[in-house]
């Protein structure tokens, strides 16, 4: 009984650190919100070539629309689109084949895996790099949509902006109950933790933020620092590049891509836990980094409002603050905010158990994605 006491007040002193901690974190998102770069609705024509490429295995479900969307690009006069289908077990080149159709623009290209030593995506990816001819290259996964302005608008952005790679964040589709929770949690957490406009600059790898799902990059840029080569064994192969352009001395980072492209990556349970259950584990380092995280979200974000439960001031406090955070991220990138963040500590909870998972199964050997093996 006399240990209760101590307890206590750690718990309370705790209680008390997390909600402090959850409304200065909130306020540093509600400035980053509004420093965040925002591409023009009316952006001028492109000046110069643009290669979009987009690498392609088993999506026959996606690419259509994907591709349509890419065709129906305006304000970009010289423009290719080269598609690699990377050794698919479906008809997504079928369907790119039919799609395309005669369009001038397109190009398929047959892929047949990555070599020893490269993942597939980073492979696909350099492949795609080796074929552009364009200025400015833009990386597009299957599974987005593009508004008719995006092309345009990003490259205006990634110019004006002085900028050597960019990435307009597309506003993430969540339908099921797993993805509410879970995906709002990607544009909230660097709302949330990045100093947007130093990131740009900063050599810190801790400071980056990238979203291979649209990715534009100056091609000069992007061969001085090693192409997707110098990420061939990336999980998170788009934060690597990112990485690997600042530490060439170039500048990039993340922008509003709300208005511009839409991205729906998973659809339901069991696709959300093994996308990331393939790549969480890389996000921090290590198991030491990785459970550091995953305490200070807890003492921060779950811990509060269970002390608000049991009567905490304090716990209430903190608990307000990270759903005015959570709401606020919604709001500014397109997202669902009432009453998805009302469950915010649910969703960090989720993304606990995620993050334990994603290390468990690297630790014994049970990644994988799209039949291929992970590291």
Same mark, same amino acid.
């Given at each position: 009984?006399?240990?209760?006491?101590?307890?206590?007040?750690?718990?309370?002193?705790?209680?008390?650190?997390?909600?402090?901690?959850?409304?200065?974190?909130?306020?540093?998102?509600?400035?980053?919100?509004r420093?965040?770069?925002?591409?023009?609705?009316?952006?001028?024509?492109?000046?110069?070539?643009?290669?979009?490429?987009?690498?392609?295995?088993?999506?026959?479900?996606?690419?259509?629309?994907?591709?349509?969307?890419?065709?129906? $690009?305006?304000?970009?006069?010289?423009?290719?689109?080269?598609?690699?289908?990377?050794?698919?077990?479906?008809?997504?080149a079928?369907?790119?084949?039919?799609?395309?159709?005669?369009?001038?623009?397109?190009?398929l290209?047959?892929?047949?895996?990555?070599?020893?030593?490269?993942?597939g995506?980073?492979?696909?990816?350099?492949?795609?790099?080796?074929?552009?001819?364009? @200025?400015?290259?833009v990386?597009?996964?299957?599974?987005?949509v593009?508004?008719?302005?995006?092309?345009a608008a990003?490259? @205006?952005?990634?110019?004006?902006?002085?900028?050597?790679?960019?990435?307009? %964040?597309p506003?993430?589709?969540?339908?099921?109950?797993?993805?509410?929770?879970? $995906?709002?949690?990607? $544009?909230?957490?660097?709302?949330?933790?990045?100093?947007?406009?130093?990131a740009?600059t900063?050599?810190?790898?801790?400071?980056?933020a990238?979203?291979g $799902?649209?990715l534009?990059?100056?091609?000069a840029? %992007?061969?001085?620092a090693?192409?997707?080569?110098?990420?061939?064994?990336?999980?998170?192969?788009?934060?690597?590049?990112?990485?690997?352009?600042?530490a060439?001395?170039?500048?990039?980072?993340?922008?509003?891509?709300?208005?511009?492209?839409?991205c729906?990556?998973?659809?339901?349970w &069991?696709?959300?836990?093994?996308? %990331?259950?393939?790549?969480?584990?890389?996000?921090?380092?290590?198991?030491?980094?990785?459970a550091a995280?995953?305490a200070?979200?807890?003492?921060?974000y779950?811990? &509060?409002?269970?002390?608000?439960l049991?009567?905490?001031?304090?716990?209430?406090?903190? %608990?307000?603050?990270?759903v005015?955070?959570?709401?606020?991220a919604?709001?500014?990138?397109?997202?669902?905010?009432?009453?998805?963040?009302?469950?915010h500590?649910?969703?960090?909870?989720?993304?606990?158990?995620?993050?334990?998972?994603?290390?468990?199964?690297?630790?014994?050997?049970?990644?994988?994605?799209?039949?291929?093996?992970?590291?």
């Amino acid at each position: 009984m006399s240990g209760r006491g101590p307890v206590r007040r750690a718990l309370r002193a705790l209680t008390r650190a997390g909600s402090a901690a959850a409304v200065v974190l909130t306020a540093h998102s509600l400035l980053n919100a509004r420093s965040l770069r925002t591409p023009s609705v009316e952006p001028a024509p492109v000046d110069g070539r643009v290669s979009v490429l987009l690498p392609v295995r088993d999506e026959e479900e996606r690419v259509g629309a994907c591709l349509v969307a890419l065709l129906d $690009q305006v304000g970009v006069p010289d423009c290719e689109v080269l598609v690699l289908d990377d050794a698919s077990t479906d008809r997504t080149a079928e369907v790119v084949a039919a799609v395309g159709g005669t369009d001038p623009r397109v190009r398929l290209l047959r892929g047949d895996g990555p070599p020893d030593g490269w993942l597939g995506k980073p492979h696909a990816c350099a492949t795609l790099a080796a074929a552009a001819t364009g @200025e400015v290259l833009v990386f597009v996964d299957a599974d987005v949509v593009l508004a008719p302005h995006a092309l345009a608008a990003g490259v @205006e952005l990634l110019r004006t902006a002085g900028l050597d790679l960019l990435c307009p %964040y597309p506003r993430q589709l969540a339908l099921t109950w797993s993805e509410r929770l879970v $995906q709002p949690l990607l $544009q909230w957490s660097w709302l949330t933790t990045l100093p947007l406009r130093a990131a740009e600059t900063s050599p810190r790898p801790s400071l980056s933020a990238a979203n291979g $799902q649209f990715l534009l990059v100056d091609a000069a840029a %992007y061969r001085r620092a090693g192409g997707h080569g110098a990420v061939r064994a990336a999980v998170l192969d788009d934060v690597g590049l990112l990485r690997a352009v600042k530490a060439a001395g170039g500048r990039g980072g993340v922008a509003d891509g709300t208005e511009l492209a839409t991205c729906r990556m998973y659809d339901g349970w &069991p696709a959300l836990r093994e996308g %990331y259950a393939k790549s969480l584990w890389s996000a921090f380092g290590s198991v030491p980094a990785a459970a550091a995280v995953a305490a200070g979200l807890a003492v921060v974000y779950v811990l &509060p409002p269970l002390a608000a439960l049991a009567g905490s001031r304090a716990g209430a406090a903190g %608990y307000v603050a990270a759903v005015v955070g959570r709401y606020a991220a919604a709001e500014r990138t397109g997202g669902r905010s009432l009453p998805d963040s009302l469950g915010h500590p649910a969703s960090v909870v989720l993304l606990i158990g995620l993050l334990a998972d994603s290390w468990w199964r690297h630790r014994h050997g049970g990644l994988s994605w799209k039949g291929r093996a992970l590291p």
